[in-house]
């Protein structure tokens, strides 16, 4: 069991201690031997910490207070733009202007962050991701002034804990509601009541059933977090932006 | 500096020595820590042990010998089913059925994947990323019997290493390549040249432009590696069973 991972937890509170760029840029050089498509790394990353530029980002973030608390903001990008150039310089002519191309540079990006993230949290930093990177990506391109080619897929806010013990430890699911042996085991009405009844029954989450006046908790997440119409809103602006990006989907 | 970080390698060849299940299962339950969009666990891993079940795997991978010869094979997938069925289960009416929601899924499990291979590579462990998942899904997805709202996005061969040292450690561009400082500065025709010039100039890659009988390293991405015409067809492969499984793409 690796004891570090099971205690990991997502930090939203930052003390004042600052970090500086030599850190940030170790931990990046570390994320970089993250595994990447052929080689190919097809991920940048902006490094935001002037106030004002967190003050361009927040909105783009519905304001979460992460974004403008943490001394580091970190947006992953998936970019196509550098190797594409590299291979027009190169005598080659590029042909990634498609979804699967876009496909394989977003697990990049996200195996790049990810690998980041570990690397940080190892350190003692804490991170949170930010998950409306995608919802208002045309924006935070515009903010980051990111070329064609070049599509924001994960934030993340570093800084070190206020008070990690502070910051809640998610619950999850029991590892027979993940794991499959050899084949999908598709599951029953019962399994699903064993699976999310630990979660269901957790005070903290009885409390915030209650706070939205739900019966239950999976009215929350359909009805408040992440209600059919929002997801089908941000679906085609994400959409639109990916073509108007470069990379076109299949008619 | 993280030094295990900068160590590591992809594993492509490994030893006879056996993995329990209850190893793999350690392993899943520690990655079950990484962060998750709202807790929700967007994924599902199928293992891979039996001899028969890797054979049928294995054209759909084009025969990479890894997933024949690894001692487990583990396909992460985007799964917003279970997550659904939750909800019909709990009278809620979920909206996952588009493009927003599978972003969020592939964002999930992909995270998952990686933090399974660093805390499988932790306990001295190799891991492999097959890139092909996403070109034939379709097919992956009958073998493992994945139902509706369940898209394969990762797989990982894992295994004890043969052999570390013999394994090749893969090139990484410069730093200045990958971080922008608070917006995105982009590259003149001279910083390509200057990104690239090393991975161009390292004796195993120029092998491989002369073997592929190429000028330059870039034609062998664009005309070997990964051709136009073979990322619109994996494009158009991807993108209809995206739908076909029940995430609709905005019209």
Redesign the interface.
């Known amino acids: ?2 004891v570090f ?4 937890k ?1 930090i939203r509170h930052y003390s004042d201690a600052e970090i500086s760029d030599a850190e940030i ?17 097809l ?8 106030a004002e ?1 967190k003050k361009k980002l927040s909105p783009c973030h519905f304001g979460q207070p992460m974004v403008t608390e943490a001394p580091v903001v970190l947006t992953f ?1 998936a970019d196509f ?3 594409e ?3 027009v ?8 202007r ?4 876009f ?2 540079a ?2 990049d990006v ?2 790049f ?3 980041f ?3 940080a949290e ?2 003692g930093l804490g ?1 949170c ?1 930010i ?1 409306t990177t ?2 208002n990506a045309k924006e935070i391109a515009e903010v ?4 064609k080619m ?1 599509v924001p ?2 934030t993340l806010t570093v800084g070190h804990p206020f008070d990690a013990d502070a910051e809640p430890k ?4 029991p ?1 027979e ?8 085991k ?2 029953s ?1 019962n399994d ?2 064993k ?2 009844s630990d979660k269901e029954e957790m005070q903290v989450n009885k409390q915030f059933v209650k706070e939205n006046n739900k ?5 929350v ?3 408040v ?5 929002a ?2 809103h ?3 602006l ?3 932006f990916i073509e108007d990006q470069g990379f076109k ?2 008619k």
């Open positions: 069991m690796n991972f099971q205690k990991r997502t840029s170790e931990l990046i050089a570390d994320a970089m031997n993250a595994p990447t498509t052929g080689g190919m790394q991920y940048s990353v902006i490094v935001t910490r002037k530029m990008c733009n550098r190797f150039k590299w291979c310089k190169s005598g080659a002519k590029p042909g990634f498609n979804f699967e191309s496909v394989s977003m697990l996200t195996i962050a990810q690998q993230c570990t690397a190892m350190e991170c991701y998950g995608t919802y980051l002034e990111l070329p070049v897929i994960v998610a619950e999850r699911l590892i509601a993940i794991i499959h042996d050899e084949r999908y598709d599951y009405g699903i009541v699976i999310y019966q239950t908790l999976a009215q997440f359909t009805d977090r992440y209600p059919q119409d997801s089908e941000f679906s085609e994400f959409f639109d989907f299949p």
